[in-house]
């Protein structure tokens, strides 16, 4: 395992997840989702990643098999599996101490709130807001632009519908699809409590910490009303 000379060791300490009027006031509620392929040097980005300020990485690969994800794993420093969550893999989050499971449409209802501090999970309409489930503390709501990784899936929420959902009291709500520089002071202005970056960043491998810094600089910059 190589890190990059510039690298810092990632945070030993979780951060903590934060309530709704704390968003507007810190820089870390951008996540990142891991591209469903094999990346070259992945491990290193990952942690390039995290050192460089995201809040969570998801790590989701729907034709990984454990010893793949264990592969992965070995090869990320321990300092960063804080920050960590990882797709329908309950035994490897508990066993390498993972933040926590990102739990898919297929799992969901396998869920369960320990021992895991944070739980996850993707939501595609509005009024799955109103019925959300107290065992997850994370939803990403897609698509809410034109996924850039997904050709053809297309964002389908209006941004007076966005404005208008109810949003919860508790736990936090992320936008997924098609998010990137473009478009990330919306996602402020729309009031998400942050959001999850796919495409934007694995679009072009070699440029990942760059196009997160890019995105994160306007999410920092942008106000939110």
């Given at each position: 395992?190589?890190?990059?000379?510039?690298?810092?060791?990632?945070?030993?300490?979780?951060?903590?997840?934060?309530?709704?009027?704390?968003?507007?006031?810190?820089?870390?509620?951008?996540?990142?989702?891991?591209?469903?392929?094999?990346?070259?040097?992945?491990?290193?980005?990952?942690?390039?990643?995290?050192?460089?300020?995201?809040?969570?990485?998801?790590?989701?690969?729907?034709?990984?098999?454990?010893?793949?994800?264990?592969?992965?794993?070995?090869?990320?420093?321990?300092?960063?599996?804080?920050?960590?969550?990882?797709?329908?893999?309950?035994?490897?989050?508990?066993?390498?101490?993972?933040?926590?499971?990102?739990?898919?449409?297929?799992?969901?209802?396998?869920?369960?709130?320990?021992?895991?501090?944070?739980?996850?999970?993707?939501?595609?309409?509005?009024?799955?807001i109103s019925q959300m489930d107290t065992r997850f503390n994370t939803w990403l709501?897609?698509?809410?632009?034109?996924?850039?990784?997904?050709?053809?899936?297309?964002?389908?929420?209006?941004?007076?519908?966005?404005?208008?959902?109810?949003?919860?009291?508790?736990?936090?709500?992320?936008?997924?699809?098609?998010?990137?520089?473009?478009?990330?002071?919306?996602?402020?202005?729309?009031?998400?409590?942050?959001?999850?970056?796919?495409?934007?960043?694995?679009?072009?491998?070699?440029?990942?910490?760059?196009?997160?810094?890019?995105?994160?600089?306007?999410?920092?910059?942008?106000?939110?009303?």
């Amino acid at each position: 395992m190589k890190l990059l000379p510039w690298q810092p060791v990632c945070r030993k300490k979780p951060q903590p997840l934060l309530n709704r009027e704390e968003i507007f006031t810190c820089n870390v509620m951008i996540w990142i989702i891991s591209s469903p392929e094999s990346i070259y040097g992945e491990a290193d980005i990952l942690m390039s990643l995290l050192a460089a300020g995201a809040h969570r990485i998801i790590l989701r690969k729907p034709n990984w098999h454990t010893a793949q994800y264990k592969t992965l794993l070995d090869n990320i420093a321990p300092a960063c599996y804080a920050q960590l969550l990882i797709r329908d893999q309950p035994q490897l989050a508990t066993d390498y101490q993972l933040a926590g499971v990102h739990w898919s449409g297929h799992t969901k209802e396998q869920a369960v709130t320990t021992p895991f501090r944070e739980n996850s999970t993707g939501i595609h309409h509005a009024t799955d807001i109103s019925q959300m489930d107290t065992r997850f503390n994370t939803w990403l709501l897609s698509p809410v632009f034109d996924s850039i990784s997904k050709p053809g899936y297309t964002g389908k929420f209006a941004a007076e519908a966005i404005t208008a959902m109810p949003w919860p009291q508790q736990g936090q709500i992320l936008a997924l699809g098609g998010v990137d520089h473009n478009n990330i002071h919306l996602i402020k202005q729309w009031r998400f409590h942050g959001a999850a970056l796919l495409g934007a960043i694995w679009r072009t491998p070699e440029k990942a910490v760059e196009s997160y810094q890019h995105i994160q600089s306007l999410w920092n910059r942008n106000d939110p009303t």
